[in-house]
C-alpha cells in the first residue's frame, strides 16, 4: 500500500486509542500534539476525544518539509501518548486554500499566507449542520461553487429559531454543553 502524500496547508490526521475509559474525556483529558518543522519552527495543536476511546489530533502544516510530532495529556494513559513524523510536500491541485495558504486580513482586504488575494463572496447556509443530509450538502455546495462563491458561512449548532425540528443535536435533548454528541460533530467534518 501506497503511504498517504501529506500536503502543505491540508490537513494531516492521526488517530489515538486510548487504553482505558476516562469517565468525563471532554472535560477531564487534555491532549496537545507538539509539531516541529525541521527549520525548527513550532506549533501546538490540541487533540480532541472522537467518541469511545478514539482521539484524534489535525495539523495543516504551512511549511513543505519534515515534520516531527510528540503527544502529551494531563492523565496516565500509554494509548494517547505517541511521537511521530511525515513530510509534507507542496501542494498540487485546485483548491486556492492549500494552494496559497490560509486567510488573513490586511488594512484593506484578506489574503492568502502568500500574499495572493482572496474575495470573500459567501453565502450563509446556518443550519446544514442540523438539518441537511449528505447529498443535499453535496449538491448546494457543487451549486455555490458553479456561481463563484468563495466561502460558505454557517452556524454548526442548530439555529435556535430556525431549525426545528432538529434532525440531529450536538449536546443531547438537555444542551448539556459538557457531554458533547461525536457523531454530531463527526458529520460536520
Avoid at 68 to 86: H, I
Avoid at 98 to 127: I, M, Q, V, Y
Avoid at 174 to 181: F, M, Y
Wanted: include cysteine; glycine fraction near 6%.
Amino acid at each position: 500500500m501506497e503511504p498517504v502524500q501529506e500536503s502543505v496547508w491540508t490537513p494531516v490526521e492521526r488517530t489515538l486509542h486510548a487504553e482505558r475509559r476516562h469517565d468525563d474525556p471532554f472535560v477531564d483529558v487534555d491532549l496537545r500534539v507538539r509539531m516541529e518543522h525541521e527549520s525548527g519552527r513550532s506549533e501546538t495543536v490540541p487533540g480532541f476525544w472522537d467518541g469511545g476511546n478514539c482521539w484524534r489530533f489535525r495539523f495543516a502544516p504551512p511549511l513543505s518539509g519534515r515534520w516531527s510530532y510528540e503527544t502529551s495529556t494531563d492523565v496516565e494513559d500509554a494509548g494517547l501518548s505517541t511521537v511521530g513524523s511525515f513530510v509534507a510536500h507542496p501542494y498540487d491541485g485546485p483548491n486556492p486554500i492549500r494552494r496559497h495558504g490560509f486567510l488573513h486580513a490586511t488594512e484593506s482586504h484578506l489574503s492568502h499566507d502568500d500574499d495572493t488575494p482572496f474575495f470573500w463572496l459567501a453565502d450563509t447556509a446556518w443550519s446544514a449542520g442540523a438539518k441537511a443530509t449528505e447529498d443535499e450538502w453535496r449538491r448546494y455546495l457543487t451549486a455555490r461553487e458553479a456561481q463563484g462563491f468563495t466561502a460558505v458561512q454557517l452556524n454548526p449548532l442548530p439555529q435556535h429559531d430556525a431549525s426545528r425540528p432538529y434532525d440531529r443535536l450536538p449536546f443531547g435533548p438537555e444542551w448539556n454543553l459538557d457531554v458533547p454528541n461525536p457523531a454530531y460533530f463527526q458529520a460536520l467534518y
